[in-house]
């Protein structure tokens, strides 16, 4: 009996210290390139190398458990992603994108780092136009309809998890930015459908601009890659230190 229940004890020890559940959601993929580097290079291959780099970050830094929306070049809706991820039960979501301009004069002029959280209205004008391509590639059959729009942007903004998906982007981009020096495009926030009705706290993040001469040369070195990955995971386990010392 006595045996039991430290069995018992040791295995609820062992629960309280499983690390947490992270979706770590690489854009894009298959026939969804997204953007392009000026050498060529997808954004879908960049960001699932990032992302891998980050379930590998997560694990070693956290004793995270993380799982991949796609691990290898594979179309995923984003309708799946958000029902997929949601099943699983994450702490966390992390979308994983590279950012881009449309003229050559903007992507000859345009770099840095913008992470984002969901919001209805988007805080600017670019990030409008961010939310607008990283949404192109939705097509539903039966589109939301803006009052299933406005109910799940209400539902969310009343959550916890609205507030704790900005404190999350706060904390990434605040670790991104140092460890990357790129340049600080702020913590932004618009509507993203991977972001909808996602029960987790959850940001996407721009890891810079693929479209740029050097930074999109950049984005493709699996040094710069490890560099935002480790940095990303710094972010997530600083918010968690935040959660939980809000929690005691
Ligand atoms: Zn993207």
Redesign the pocket.
């Known amino acids: 009996m006595r045996y039991l229940s430290l069995c018992a004890l040791a295995l609820s020890a062992v629960a309280a210290f499983a690390g947490p559940v992270v979706i770590v959601d690489p ?2 993929g298959g026939a969804q390139t ?2 392009v580097s000026p050498t060529g290079a997808w ?1 879908k291959d960049a ?1 699932l190398e990032i992302s891998k780099l980050l379930k590998a970050e997560l694990e070693a830094q956290l004793g995270a458990r993380v799982k991949l929306t796609r691990d290898r070049d594979a179309m995923v809706t984003l309708h799946n992603r958000v029902d997929w991820a949601n099943a699983q039960k994450p702490d966390l979501f992390i979308s994983v ?2 950012n881009s301009m449309p003229t050559q004069k903007q992507r000859q002029g345009t770099e840095g780092i913008e992470t984002y959280f969901l919001s209805a209205e988007a805080s600017g004008d670019q990030a409008k136009k961010v939310a607008a ?2 949404n192109a590639e939705f097509h539903d059959k039966r589109p939301k309809s803006g009052d299933t729009l406005a109910f799940i942007l209400a539902d969310l903004q009343r959550s916890e998890a609205h507030a704790d998906s900005s404190r999350l982007a706060y904390a990434v981009h605040e670790e991104l930015i140092a460890a990357t020096g790129a340049q600080d495009r702020g913590v932004q926030q618009a509507p993203f459908y991977v972001l909808m009705g996602l029960q987790a706290p959850a940001i996407l993040v721009e890891v810079g601009f693929i479209s740029h001469p050097d930074e999109g040369a950049r984005l493709a070195e699996t040094g710069y890659q490890q560099k935002a990955a480790e940095a990303i995971a710094r972010g997530v386990s600083a918010f968690l230190q935040q959660v939980s010392a809000k929690n005691r």
Do not use: D, N, P, S
């Open positions: 854009g894009h997204g953007a954004e960001a994108h590279l391509r990283e």
